[in-house]
T-cell receptor
């Protein structure tokens, strides 16, 4: 079974509007972390935001916020006031504490296109 | 300027040849990682290293080899045993393995014909 599921292969949004990118995860661990990365066409992965499983507040970083719903095992990324430069691939990832490796597992990604 | 460098950006090889991808970091990070990315896929872990002279296999290590002789360098060799080597390869590092933020290099796109 996939540990990270991103069901939206592609999303479109108008500039200045908000957009939500979906991510669901599967784990039996109590302690885990959830990440979002951005990958522009240049290829480099850029860290956006992190949420720990014990964090009670949703993580926010500037225009990015992570809508963490633990019971539903969902960790959606919300981008407010979209900009043309937000057009990129977005990857959700999770790492689990069990096993001790702390290596994240990545989803297949969502392509976001921001229209002017 | 601290960061991770990968060279070259594009690499072309003939089938049957071994090829080594370079990854260097000047962030003084202990942990380093190699990922492979195929079209429409997320990143898959090839190898990782927590410390100099130590490395562990990831999910898809077959046909690849690494070394970690220096803290700042973690080269990846794609051997002729790798059945489908054409892909985008990303190197990353983190302060240590428990740190949640990984810093990525710009990637190397390898094409084998």
């Amino acid at each position: 079974a996939q540990k990270i599921t991103q069901t939206q292969p592609g999303m479109f949004v108008q500039e200045k509007e908000a957009v939500t990118l979906d991510c669901t995860y599967d784990t039996s661990d109590q302690s885990y972390g959830l990440f979002w990365y951005k990958q522009p066409s240049s290829g480099e992965m850029i860290f956006l935001i992190y949420q720990g499983s014990y964090d009670e507040q949703n993580a926010t970083e500037g225009r990015y916020s992570l809508n963490f719903q633990k019971a539903r095992k969902s960790a959606n990324l919300v981008i407010s006031a979209s900009q043309l430069g937000d057009s990129a691939m977005y990857f959700c990832a999770m790492r689990e504490a069990s096993g001790g490796s702390y290596i994240p597992t990545f989803g297949r990604g969502t392509s976001l296109i921001v229209h002017p | 300027d601290g960061g991770i460098t990968q060279s070259p950006k594009y690499l072309f090889r003939k089938e049957g040849q071994n090829v080594t991808l370079s990854c260097e970091q000047n962030l003084n990070h202990d942990a380093m990682y190699w990922y492979r990315q195929d079209p429409g896929q997320g990143l898959r872990l090839i190898y990782y290293s927590q410390i100099v002279n130590d490395f562990q296999k990831g999910d898809i290590a077959e046909g690849y080899s690494v070394s970690r002789e220096k803290k700042e360098s973690f080269p990846l060799t794609v051997t002729s045993a790798q059945k489908n080597p054409t892909a985008f390869y990303l190197c990353a590092s983190s302060i240590n393995q428990r740190a949640y933020e990984q810093y990525f290099g710009p990637g190397t796109r390898l094409t084998v014909t």
